[in-house]
């Protein structure tokens, strides 16, 4: 199918940019204030080799949350199918539960896509990696051939002086023995992952590998075998989004994944990956021009996987 | 793409068939157990017209939950999008949580496919046709070209008979305001809708819609919009098997609904609908071996949406 | 000790009287509203034969989950200690998780006093009683030597109307097995008995057995064992007042019943009986004025249990 | 009333010494575990001065969480009905849902009974002591006129060791805004007062304050005014065995506090404190030997407050 992306993306971004935007900044971690609240861009890249950007698609800025799922791919290569006997792959059906959840799953966080899930991802990192913070730096810049990707040791720094919720979810799952490192070192990494800085278009990029089967799309050496990829997307599909899941695949319906910095990005398997920034954010926590533009993008290019 | 279906569903079903059963068949609705725990049908029907069956596909069964697609399915084309102000999509997190979740969102259901969610279906349906339980049975013969469709009036007694849990989750949705009509009318509506007995190949048969856009396959009228279709097949691939709906993503990645009389039906959006039943369920109450055909099914075929 | 119970009750009653009532009369039962809001009773009976009323302290009104000291009495008395098996003597935490406390408990409500417990100890009498209606009422009859006590057949009629959260209920855990009779027979049973209706005066002097070890007070025939008679004490301090048990207990100090009629009875074990009436109630359920009341009471009167 | 104490003690210690104790040593803190099993103490004293010990009552034990009664009693005597803002007086409902209702309820532990709410006091006295180990320490010692009440440095190193609970708790409230210390000070001070160490014998007099009301029983001074020192008594009576608080109202019908040293001190208003101590501990964590030593020594003395 021919699809005319560069009219579609526009025509949308003009639509959305200007709507009353009804969302906040996120304001938990002091550093993520300092950011242009008004800041909205959007880049596609196909596994055809189409780059597309518009708006502030150059503009560096803080993915946070989206990163759970690079660092579940390189535990992913590294460990195999053995790392689903410490978390699951479910859906957590609320926003906030977080810790009641882990009391009734003793310890189990129910997917790697909420925070306790991707602690003990960042715990089985400190396992197997010999420099946990460099190697993983080395991992998404090798995927993406892109050296300048990098942590915010600033945003890093200000999670962790005011990360208590998460010190608590550590050392509650560490009290049901589901952490094996010592929790402060598991959240010095866990808070630098989570600071990794990159534009729309350097994220769009840097997925491309998941709507390609698991392949480099440049070099086609997996990073991910077939059947490991499609989990991966179908956990962004089914967990991506917190409690706002279910309602991204009804509307977008595409494999996605939010974070905090008002960044999305999302993968059409086989077709193209799309990143879309914008940092104030709906009562879910996901980014409101972010999620109007993706269904709005959806419904156009009728290019939905449902 | 050329599949031979075929072949991969008659090695598949032969793979499968010789597994050691650990599932046991439900006992809860005392008439469930009156059936060959060893069945085991699969049917396939594409949109290119291609049907395919092996094993028990043309013995009727009881589809049970899988008929929550088809409330729905009336409810949204008769309502539109006005349903979603009585009930929710967002994956329910747990297995047994319908009540706890039912407390805490003050009486909404999280999705249509829990209990709680297909009993405001019901009430939705109640309050708009005029002969409910024909009329949706019109309904569903209409888009099967079946005339042969039809309830069990001896499971909807069984069932009945033991509903105890249902008129609790009921008249607790009742207490909330969120039932309009008497409890026992819905209840008995909702025992109606879930002994609907049809066999593998009807089934697959009758979800074609599904993957042809929401449209009839032969006269091509539109049953749902093609953006409802959408959201239903979003719907069941999300929340289409109760708190294993991420592992079904996972391990098989097609947006599917489960019943416990052992029926399973998944879609494959502009491609094919496939239908499995086997009455032994797993500990979380989908068919083990349904399960287990359709993840090597679609690792076989590579034929995921993701 | 000689205590004035004359002047500390008038005085007390006096500076409460005039306090800003913030509660609101309950009206989830709809009969409950036509009561004057500015009634305001006080009855003290005393095992020594004193007794004193103020305001409108012989006005009948609806005593309604008070009665359940009166049905666990009876069940008590007739089955034994056997009854716990079928409940607890835990408080239950939250006020409204019965529901939710239920599922984690399978069907064992965590106390007689939640509404949920006290529909199992109806399902209890329905099995032991002849005629159960009759049966009870002459039970509390001869309790108190009150041939009058009676039940509300107008407040009984409209509990049922309205009571869908007590259907749910019951038929909740009637699906664990642990209702026995049929739910609506257990239920008929149980909003009768929360009709009940009769003044503080009456109130307080039925309740006198509990403050006299069990023991009909002119008679000394036991109703309940000492040991029994203790631990019914025991239960309304840590389960009498829902989610307002343990500030019942710190600011008043000693064991009672509320019910949303706005009626609170305390008993002081081996002294005496208090019941009050004010039919508008706090946010937690209880008589606003009531608890305000025997606050002041024990504080003037040096006489809580601790 | 005269009772014969020695008796009624030596024979209910004869009957209970025997019992096959069905209980476990609490091994979570690995230090509690080096102590004898089989060691079974209890110690009596009177507001009329009489003291009565059998077994190992002047053998000292780690009293635990029975220090959260001391803690409160200091905190409520420097800042009064003010620390009810910080935490409630309502029993928690279940054993290990502090983090749940945590969650529920925003940050505000339920009670100072359970760990969430000795944590809180803990911060409490943080921010009001110079020096917060030493003056506490002082406090109890000139309560019982006992200059050789210590801590157990080894303890408390032991439960740092282990207390990823805690430090989980300590956090999750702070990320609500309920501590104002810095979460490892506060945990520092909390392990410390948790590691008191002292005999049946050096508890019951300790305690003899409350049922003093609240008053040093040889100096006649007030430690609580009397209002403090019943509240303090009825937050024992509805929390003060976790879990099985209901229980312990139920059939022992004295307000008290457990440990999970084995420990058990309970007080009955104006007449006694009685000293249990046993380390082997029931399902909910208490001494199984205590609490059915105690449950005969109230029955068999009729001195219930009940």
């Not at 880049?43 to 993915?63: A, M, R």
């Not at 810790?99 to 003990?120: W, Y």
């Not at 490192?181 to 491309?208: A, G, I, Q, T």
Request: hydrophobic share 40%.
């Amino acid at each position: 199918m021919q699809v005319n992306w560069e009219s579609i993306i526009q025509a949308t971004y003009e639509k959305v940019k200007d709507l009353d935007d009804k969302g906040v900044v996120a304001s938990y971690i002091p550093e993520l204030v300092h950011v242009n609240p008004d800041s909205f861009g959007v880049h596609l890249s196909t596994i055809d080799h189409i780059q597309y950007g518009v708006g502030h698609f150059d503009v560096k800025f803080s993915i946070q949350s989206i990163a759970k799922v690079l660092s579940l791919s390189l535990a992913y290569q590294i460990v195999g199918d053995k790392i689903w006997t410490r978390l699951g792959v479910e859906p957590s059906g609320t926003a906030f539960n977080s810790l009641v959840q882990l009391e009734a799953d003793k310890g189990i966080p129910r997917n790697p896509f909420i925070n306790a899930g991707a602690i003990v991802i960042s715990d089985i990192l400190l396992s197997h990696l010999k420099n946990p913070k460099d190697d993983f730096l080395s991992f998404i810049r090798s995927i993406a051939n892109n050296p300048e990707l990098d942590y915010s040791s600033r945003i890093a720094a200000s999670e962790k002086s005011a990360g208590f919720l998460n010190v608590a979810l550590c050392n509650f799952i560490k009290s049901f023995g589901n952490i094996h490192n010592d929790p402060s070192d598991v959240l010095d990494f866990y808070f630098d992952l989570c600071s990794l800085e990159m534009s729309c278009r350097e994220l769009s990029e840097l997925f491309l590998f998941l709507a390609n089967n698991g392949r480099h799309l440049s070099t086609n050496k997996p990073i991910l075998t077939s059947s490991q990829c499609k989990r991966v997307n179908a956990l962004m599909q089914t967990c991506g989004f917190y409690d706002e899941s279910g309602e991204f695949a009804f509307k977008v319906g595409l494999p996605g994944k939010s974070g905090v910095g008002g960044g999305i990005v999302a993968v059409h398997p086989n077709q193209y990956t799309i990143a879309v920034w914008s940092p104030k954010l709906n009562g879910k926590g996901n980014s409101y021009k972010g999620m109007r533009f993706l269904e709005a993008f959806t419904t156009e290019s009728q290019l939905s996987i449902f």
